[in-house]
């Protein structure tokens, strides 16, 4: 399964990717993640990166189609894989299309998570990160046992700089002007397939295995 997971940040992309990578045994690619391993290991490429998103801009295109390319030559794809939070623009989604073409791995399809921006503030604003292991929590709807600290690892809980409310706001209008026109792209591409990201988490993804097929 090659696969791209879209959807405006707090649709709940991450918490799913992992889900679906199990169920498809592929290599869950998220360039966010990507972003911030190098911030913690403070890498010329963390410290480049850590402005635009700091301020919920996107990290220009040269530095994150160059390493996304790098990514999808590891030879680890064999099974497919699934691309989390890339590509987030146009001149992304082209790019990509060129790698691909190159690496004759065509995409089987493009999920989209669906949510109203009220829900993705209500959730955005209360998500809490492991500082330790990256695990996501949330302060009414997904609380620790022990306030701010993590049930899994035991590391400090955080809020992110772009989870705090006129960063969300911002990130809200960075989706819809330039990653939302991705949606169309690969809908008239016949790649998109979408569904509704409310509910619990398992049965948003059993909705998106029976959208996707096994
Ligand atoms: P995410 O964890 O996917 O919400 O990404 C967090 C931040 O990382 C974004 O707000 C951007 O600043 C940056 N980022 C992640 N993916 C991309 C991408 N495909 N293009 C540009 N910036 C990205």
Redesign the pocket.
């Known amino acids: 399964m090659r696969l791209i997971l879209v959807g405006p ?1 707090g649709a709940g ?2 918490t799913q990717a992992v889900h679906l990578a199990a169920h498809y045994s592929i290599p869950h690619i ?4 990507i ?1 911030r391993a190098n911030i913690k290991g403070e890498t010329e490429l963390g410290k480049l ?1 850590k402005s ?2 700091d301020a ?4 220009p ?1 040269s530095v ?1 189609n160059e390493m996304v390319k790098d990514r999808l030559a590891q030879g680890d794809l064999g099974n497919g894989f699934l691309l ?5 623009n146009i001149g ?1 989604a082209e790019f990509l299309g060129d790698v691909l073409a190159t690496l004759k791995t065509p995409l089987d399809a493009v999920l989209e998570l669906a949510i109203e921006n009220s829900e993705i503030i209500k959730r955005l604003s209360g998500r809490r990160i492991c500082r330790g292991c990256g695990a996501s929590y949330h302060v009414l709807f997904e609380k620790p046992a022990v306030a701010d600290i993590c049930d899994k690892c035991g590391g400090e809980l955080y809020q992110r700089v ?1 989870d705090q409310e006129d960063v969300i706001a911002h ?1 809200l209008n960075v989706y819809a002007e330039q990653t939302a026109p991705i949606v169309e792209f690969y809908r008239n591409a016949g790649l998109l397939k979408v569904i509704s990201a409310l509910g619990d988490v398992s049965e948003i993804s059993a909705l998106a295995i029976s959208a996707l097929g096994n």
Request: zero cysteines.
């Open positions: 940040p992309k991450g998220s360039t966010g993640d972003f990166a635009y998103m919920g801009n996107l990290v295109d994150t989390d939070g890339y590509p987030r992304q772009d990130r």
